[in-house]
């Protein structure tokens, strides 16, 4: 078991592995992401029933929590592999930075968006610095900070190894910040609502939501794999493997 | 080795008082601002003023960072202390000590005076002045991390800021919320404590990134 | 499906606008990073296959 994630870690290491790879697997992912999505969400939207307090704006649930979610879980990947770029120096994982940072934003900000929306209907206003949403926007700014540093370096592989670094920076502020906003919002408890639902989901509408956060778990995969392999195309546009694979 | 390159830096900032000066200058006016801005109402500012002076020092502290190694990027200092035989962590570590005691010391220092006019309590005296002490090394460390990342690049500065400030946002509200504790009468040990565990493990963390950072940067 | 009819399932109750305007935002800011980063794939295989072609070109003159 274990030598054989070891063997798939030294493959996947390799950009002619990785691109072979995903050649063989996206086709499937896509296909397997956008049916997962597609029915996640037109079951939450369509066939979930509707919330005995919030009513039917609850159903934002199905793309907010989802992208939420794989936002953080991209910034903690993000993070894994800038450390991974720095301690190791492995190619792929300076690819892979690249490849994650510009997706996760663009989730940050879908969960950004969607719970500002939601927040009308429910708390009678867009915006509530409420201690989940503030985590989040602050996320949208570490996410933007390492997106624009890796803008500014001209050199690629430059750019992402300071871009590695300020992943692994943020990802240890990160699990600060949430602790630190958490007791903000209870220090200043009164000016903010609390929506914090402690009761349970019925499985009318967890199931829904757990198909369409796999859904969007997946799209993201997608994204990062071909993002990689634009990224190994244009690193490696004059070795002589890729030049006999395309 | 180390007491050596803190010896320089301390004097080279020595030799322009302005690097010292213009920091607290810029943290005195914009404090000065917000009673212009906002309202001179005693009781609004007071309100107010743990987050005015926090927010205020910590851009004072991001802003004289920017130039933490311009000037030995450009003259050329920099390029030996990365092949020289000593400790980059050392070296990184004597930068940041010697930035803060010009920078974020002064600001520590001249904050009471800030904070008596904007009418801060006098409750919230004691937390404001430890938090800041505890939590203004802090500042430095991080600033600097996004110094040496930055460092060589054109338009620095407001890259330098983006990097930095979502960084700040812990010690921004344990600072500035320990002093809305210690005015509402609550006990500020835990909080503290806090800060000073989050100086620490920022100086003995930050002077590796800022030594890893100050390679990448220049490209080796 | 939960609701009775079409209408009804494009009001939502009252808060039709804002579970459409959500679910079409999220969409189109998905499906548009989705797009770019496709197209900065195929635009980065094209290269290579002009560079390849060009490598072949100037293998073949070389004979």
């Given at each position: 078991m274990w030598s054989t994630l070891v063997r798939w870690y030294h493959q996947l290491g390799s950009p002619r592995y990785f691109y072979r790879f995903s050649t063989v697997v996206l086709p499937w992912l896509w296909v397997l992401a956008i049916v997962l999505t597609a029915v996640g969400l037109v079951w939450g939207l369509a066939f979930a029933p509707e919330d005995y307090?919030?009513?039917?704006?609850?159903?934002?649930i199905f793309i907010h929590v989802p992208a939420a979610g794989a936002a953080l879980t991209g910034y903690v990947a993000m993070g894994v592999a800038g450390l991974v770029a720095l301690v190791w120096r492995m190619k792929m994982a300076e690819i892979m930075i690249r490849a994650i940072a510009p997706f996760g934003a663009v989730l940050a900000a879908v969960a950004l968006l969607t719970g500002a929306i939601w927040g009308k209907?429910?708390?009678?206003?867009?915006?509530?610095?409420?201690a989940r949403l503030t985590s989040m926007l602050i996320m949208l700014f570490l996410y933007l900070g390492v997106v624009a540093l890796m803008k500014a370096i001209e050199d690629d592989r430059q750019g992402a190894r300071a871009a590695s670094l300020l992943s692994v920076v943020g990802v240890i502020n990160v699990v600060v910040v949430k602790y630190s906003v958490e007791w903000w919002n209870s220090l200043h408890q009164g000016s903010t609502i609390n929506l914090t639902r402690e009761t349970t989901m019925p499985a009318e509408m967890l199931v829904p939501l757990l198909v369409s956060m796999a859904g969007i778990y997946l799209l993201f995969a997608v994204s990062v794999l071909v993002r990689a392999r634009a990224e190994i195309l244009r690193r490696e546009r004059k070795s002589r493997w890729l030049q006999e694979e395309v | 080795m180390f007491l050596a390159s803190l010896h320089r830096e301390l004097l080279l900032v020595w030799r322009r008082p302005a690097e010292i000066i213009n920091p607290l200058f810029f943290f005195v006016m914009v404090c000065s601002l917000f009673p212009l801005a906002v309202s001179p109402r005693p009781a609004l500012l007071a309100s107010i003023a743990p987050g005015i002076v926090w927010v205020a020092a910590l851009l004072a502290v991001l802003l004289s960072s920017e130039s933490l190694f311009r000037q030995d990027h450009d003259s050329g200092a920099l390029e030996q202390m990365l092949v020289a035989p000593q400790s980059l962590y050392l070296a990184a570590l004597a930068k940041m000590l010697a930035h803060w005691l010009l920078t974020g010391l002064p600001l520590v220092a001249i904050a009471p005076v800030l904070a008596y006019m904007l009418h801060l309590?006098?409750?919230?005296y004691t937390a404001l002045f430890v938090g800041l002490l505890l939590g203004t090394p802090v500042l430095t460390a991080v600033a600097a991390i996004g110094a040496a990342l930055t460092v060589?690049?054109?338009?620095a500065g407001v890259l330098l800021a983006l990097l930095v400030l979502p960084l700040y946002v812990p010690v921004l509200v344990f600072g500035a919320g320990v002093v809305i504790y210690a005015v509402d009468g609550l006990a500020t040990d835990g909080v503290l404590a806090l800060l000073a565990a989050m100086a620490i493990a920022a100086w003995t963390l930050a002077p590796a990134a800022v030594a890893a950072g100050l390679r990448i940067s220049s490209g080796n | 499906m939960y609701f009775e009819s079409f209408e009804a399932f494009l009001q939502m109750g009252r808060h039709g606008a804002y579970v459409w305007s959500a679910y079409g935002l999220s969409l189109l800011l998905i499906v548009a990073s989705l797009v770019s980063a496709v197209r900065a794939e195929r635009g980065a295989r094209q290269t290579v296959r002009r560079l390849r072609q060009r490598a072949n070109n100037a293998g073949e003159n070389a004979k």
């Open positions: 307090q919030q009513g039917n704006s609850y159903r934002i209907p429910t708390w009678g206003t867009y915006w509530v610095w409420d | 309590p006098a409750s919230g060589g690049l054109r338009n | -």
